[in-house]
């Protein structure tokens, strides 16, 4: 039996006792497709669908009265699946709510946590961040008058791929105001230790804050132990909530009660806000950061995925996740050798995310010939082909299918056949 034969073997036993196996017949899937892109876009679930006709069907039935009434009240929507998602990121239910967009809720948290005083007023982030992070960081750099150029500190990589704690650490000087870092990084998937950066950035005054989108659903956290200011994110991936679903965010209970920094009425103080008070009482937890009215459309398939993730247990996910990437890496390594492919993601499980990056000079062509043979990934430029198998939907002969597509790819040139042309969503 050749390699390929026993690692198929192998994969279809891992397969039959998969305790997650039953969560894939809740998705959505494309006959003879392997979708790996879930880090970018997750697929929708039946439950999700569901709820999004629920919330229709609240809407048509109930009119107005659905803000108030009904199976889900809107007008508390957004804290309800805040209390739901809090278990994802180790969180009290009090310190999160869905509110928002990773973007926007950034914004809203520097307004609120940025601010620049005697000799600390620099933001430290890194080179590798994602660029609308780094330009809302920028954007609240001008808005005090200083210039991002000098008061943006990005931290180096050495290697392009990944960032080094130590480095990090001895960039937390006595002029950093705010850290803000990825806990999984876009493009190589590398995990962040956490726990240690928010020490060093408590034990430094400085305040810490983090981007979870691609960590979220994949990875578990312990915000509030660890002390983390703050943290943003997006439900689109790993929890499938839908494309420019609502995101979320979390504020450590230390700060709650304070005015946020982008005030708007739906983060008042439940029992006043329909005083129409034109002074704002901020409501006590991290609602107070929502702006205005939830979007209860975008918001109601969070509902129905996060009941798969209660469910399924993060702890199992992760588990899953780690071995279906390993095995994943196993098979580039045994059947890709000598064709080009470098893994950039750190190989450590402790270093490492939901997703396998490959970086290969060709990875723009080898993204499209890949999708024309039903495996679904992503490109991030300028070399790098991103592959998540997911928990939830993935199964380890999802990965082996993968592999084997895609080394034929490769030893038949196919991807050739197309243009180095990355398109406007690659
Ligand atoms: C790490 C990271 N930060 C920020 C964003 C921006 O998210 P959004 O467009 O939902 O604001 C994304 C994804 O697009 C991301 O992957
Ligand atoms: N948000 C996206 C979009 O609106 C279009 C295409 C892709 C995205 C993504 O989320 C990309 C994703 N954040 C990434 O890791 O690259």
Redesign the pocket.
């Known amino acids: 039996m050749s390699g390929m034969d026993e690692q198929k073997k192998k994969a279809e036993a891992w397969d039959r006792e998969d305790p997650l196996s039953r969560f894939r017949e809740e998705f959505y899937l494309t006959e003879g497709q392997i979708y790996l892109d879930g880090n970018s876009l997750g697929l929708l679930s039946k439950r999700a669908e569901k709820e999004v006709f629920h919330t229709l069907g609240s809407w048509r039935k109930h009119g107005v009265d659905g803000w108030t009434g009904g199976e889900s009240p809107w007008f508390t929507l957004s804290e309800r699946l805040g209390a739901m998602t809090a278990p994802l990121v180790g969180a009290d239910a009090q310190e999160v709510v869905a509110t928002g967009?990773?973007?926007?809720n950034l914004h809203q948290l520097l307004a609120t946590f940025y601010r620049p005083e005697g000799s600390r007023t620099r933001i430290l982030a890194d080179a590798l961040n994602?660029p609308?992070?780094i330009y809302a960081m920028q954007s609240h750099i001008r808005l005090h008058g200083l210039d991002p150029s000098e008061h943006l500190i990005r931290v180096t990589s050495e290697d392009g791929h990944t960032l080094n704690e130590e480095t990090i650490i001895e960039a937390m000087t006595d002029e950093v105001a705010l850290v803000v870092l990825?806990a999984v990084l876009?493009r190589s998937g590398q995990l962040l230790d956490m726990e240690r950066l928010t020490r060093a950035a408590r034990e430094r005054g400085i305040r810490i804050g983090w981007?979870l989108?691609?960590s979220i659903g994949a990875v578990p956290h312990r915000l509030t132990e660890w002390g983390a200011d703050f943290a943003f994110w997006?439900n689109y991936k790993y929890l499938n909530s839908g494309p420019g679903g609502v995101?979320g965010l979390f504020v450590h209970q230390r700060h709650h009660g304070r005015i946020p920094g982008l005030a708007g009425w739906f983060g008042s103080d439940k029992a006043v806000q329909f005083d129409m008070a034109h002074r704002f009482t901020p409501a006590a937890d991290a609602g107070a950061f929502q702006i205005g009215t939830p979007h209860v459309l975008s918001l109601a398939p969070l509902q129905g995925s996060l009941e798969l993730f209660h469910e399924a247990g993060m702890e199992r996910i992760r588990e899953k996740s780690l071995r279906l990437t390993r095995f994943l890496m196993e098979l580039v390594e045994t059947q890709l050798a000598g064709l080009g492919f470098a893994i950039v993601n750190p190989r450590d499980d402790a270093r490492r995310g939901g997703h396998v990056a490959l970086a290969h000079q060709e990875a723009v062509r080898i993204a499209h010939a890949l999708k024309d043979h039903g495996v679904i990934p992503d490109f991030r430029s300028p070399d790098i082909v991103r592959l998540a198998p997911v928990a939830l939907y993935n199964s380890y002969l999802d990965v082996w299918e993968a592999v084997r597509r895609l080394k034929r790819i490769m030893e038949e040139k196919d991807y050739e056949r197309f243009e180095k042309k990355r398109g406007v969503v690659a």
């Not at 967009?101 to 926007?104: A, C, I, L, N």
């Open positions: 967009s990773t973007t926007v994602f609308s992070d990825s876009y981007d989108c691609h997006c995101g």
